[in-house]
């Protein structure tokens, strides 16, 4: 079955460690694949896609089609940082519509310390 | 475990008319997310609820309204539907745990919505 996990609810760590938030999925096909992160009782946002390879608040990630995964990125965490992440695979083939199919991992919090 | 549940899944509408779309959080979630993902698009936020209050707006037309009811359903209404409103509508929900934050979303599976 077509998925993506998370394998990390909660991620913490200190301001200005690196911080890494894993996302594998399987998919059959080439899915784009997005990153969204939701501060404290805010919408939604898109933080980055694959597409774009655009370096957003100070976050990366790379596709590796090898492992399929789409880690989430930091080199040093700040405590603005600190929010619930979703990695969200867009399978454009799927979902029998020309939307495609796109599925929310189960979120990563992280939480980075002063 | 109850999830989210969207109605309908499916709905074809012609331009001009109107359309009301239902989202059922998961038991006890008070706060409810709408989004609008057109094809080959990303979600985009239209409007949140929170205790039935509305808690925030995004880019959603002065043609749609929403408001969330006591049983904390919402309820997405469309009116003077346009061709362009032809996307999937999905819904969120989640439980506030107050100045913590970080609540974890809920997704819907979402209601496809076509305009004619």
């Known amino acids: 079955a077509q998925r993506v996990t998370q394998p990390e609810k909660l991620l913490s760590v200190f301001k200005g460690a690196p911080v890494e938030l894993k996302c594998n999925y399987s998919?059959?096909?080439?899915?784009?694949l997005f990153w969204y992160v939701q501060y404290s009782r805010q919408r939604l946002q898109l933080l980055l896609r694959?597409?774009s390879r655009e370096s957003i608040k100070g976050f990366t990630a790379d596709l590796n089609k090898g492992e399929t995964s789409f880690h989430l990125k930091k080199p040093f965490a700040q405590e603005e940082d600190s929010a619930m992440y979703y990695c969200a695979p867009l399978d454009l083939n799927a979902g029998g519509t020309s939307y495609g199919k796109l599925t929310f991992g189960q979120g990563t919090i992280l939480t980075v310390h002063p | 475990a109850a999830g989210v549940i969207q109605s309908p899944r499916h709905l074809i509408k012609e331009k001009r008319e109107t359309a009301t779309l239902k989202c059922y959080p998961i038991?006890?979630?008070?706060?409810v997310y709408w989004y609008q993902q057109g094809p080959g698009q990303d979600p985009q936020f239209l409007i949140s609820?929170?205790?039935?209050?509305?808690?925030d707006k995004g880019s959603i037309p002065d043609r749609f309204s929403a408001q969330q009811f006591s049983d904390y359903h919402s309820e997405l209404n469309m009116s003077s539907l346009e061709l362009g409103d032809s996307a999937l509508y999905f819904c969120a929900s989640s439980l506030s745990n107050g100045a913590a934050g970080n609540e974890k979303l809920f997704f819907g599976s979402g209601t496809q919505l076509s305009v004619l």
């Open positions: 694959h597409i």
């Open positions: 609820f929170y205790e039935k209050m509305q808690s």
């Open positions: 038991p006890r979630h008070d706060t």
């Open positions: 998919y059959s096909g080439s899915p784009e």
